[in-house]
């Protein structure tokens, strides 16, 4: 009985962080400034006799600022649309899932999975923006979109860099599908678990977000 309830909460729990993180960009972005701090501090320092490590932090410091942005892009335009932020929880599943992967295969999902899959859904939502004729948030949007395209590019660059430090040798296509199965394997492991701090009356659930689209 009770691995049944365990089963049914930590579906609610997916479908829910799902759905924060398909239309909220801040629940994401806050992912991306952890994966760029957390890079920054693993390689700042180490890279003795490494011709790019400047431009390799540049990009990694650029990428962290970028997402810090995109963070409040979300915190500075939801609750023009009705959302009290005191009822919108940063959703920690995704971070219990790529605190068991490596460096390199974070950055990996970061850049080549997370970012690189990210734009048919950004487009739909931009789409949706511009029916509220909200003219400032359709332009932070186009600038995330932008700034996602920059991302990608620093995957491309400095995946293979990374990968490098880290001691991989395979090629890039092959360590990032391999980097997917591990994903998909730790997800089922490790998502579904983080606990809400809020009661669903007070928490913006899914259902309010789907209510809130519809409407």
């Given at each position: 009985?009770?691995?049944?309830?365990?089963?049914?909460?930590?579906?609610?729990?997916?479908?829910?962080?799902?759905?924060?993180?398909?239309?909220?960009?801040?629940?994401?972005?806050?992912?991306?400034?952890?994966?760029?701090?957390?890079?920054?501090?693993?390689?700042?320092?180490?890279?003795?006799?490494?011709?790019?490590?400047?431009?390799?932090?540049?990009?990694?410091?650029?990428?962290?600022?970028?997402?810090?942005?995109?963070?409040?892009?979300?915190?500075?335009?939801?609750?023009?649309?009705?959302?009290?932020?005191?009822?919108?929880?940063?959703?920690?599943?995704?971070?219990?899932?790529?605190?068991?992967?490596?460096?390199?295969?974070?950055?990996?999902?970061?850049?080549?999975?997370?970012?690189?899959?990210?734009?048919?859904?950004?487009?739909?939502?931009?789409?949706?923006?511009?029916?509220?004729?909200?003219?400032?948030?359709?332009?932070?949007?186009?600038?995330?979109?932008?700034?996602?395209?920059?991302?990608?590019?620093?995957?491309?660059?400095?995946?293979?860099?990374?990968?490098?430090?880290?001691?991989?040798?395979?090629?890039?296509?092959?360590?990032?599908?391999?980097?997917?199965?591990?994903f998909a394997e730790l997800a089922e492991k490790?998502?579904?678990?983080?606990?809400?701090?809020?009661?669903?009356?007070?928490?913006?659930?899914?259902?309010k977000i789907k209510a809130m689209c519809d409407?």
């Amino acid at each position: 009985m009770r691995d049944r309830h365990r089963g049914r909460r930590s579906g609610v729990l997916q479908e829910e962080h799902q759905e924060l993180r398909r239309l909220c960009p801040a629940c994401i972005a806050r992912h991306g400034v952890d994966v760029g701090r957390r890079f920054i501090e693993r390689f700042a320092g180490a890279q003795t006799g490494f011709l790019p490590a400047f431009d390799l932090h540049h990009d990694l410091a650029r990428h962290l600022w970028d997402e810090s942005r995109h963070s409040q892009f979300g915190f500075r335009q939801l609750p023009k649309h009705g959302v009290d932020l005191m009822t919108l929880e940063h959703s920690l599943d995704l971070y219990h899932i790529l605190i068991q992967m490596p460096p390199a295969e974070r950055y990996a999902m970061m850049t080549m999975e997370f970012e690189a899959g990210s734009f048919p859904t950004k487009a739909r939502i931009m789409d949706r923006v511009r029916e509220l004729n909200d003219f400032e948030a359709d332009t932070l949007l186009a600038f995330d979109r932008n700034d996602e395209q920059n991302h990608v590019r620093y995957g491309h660059r400095w995946l293979p860099v990374i990968m490098k430090l880290c001691g991989h040798e395979e090629p890039v296509d092959e360590f990032v599908n391999s980097t997917r199965r591990h994903f998909a394997e730790l997800a089922e492991k490790f998502g579904g678990r983080t606990p809400h701090t809020l009661s669903p009356d007070r928490r913006f659930t899914a259902a309010k977000i789907k209510a809130m689209c519809d409407a």
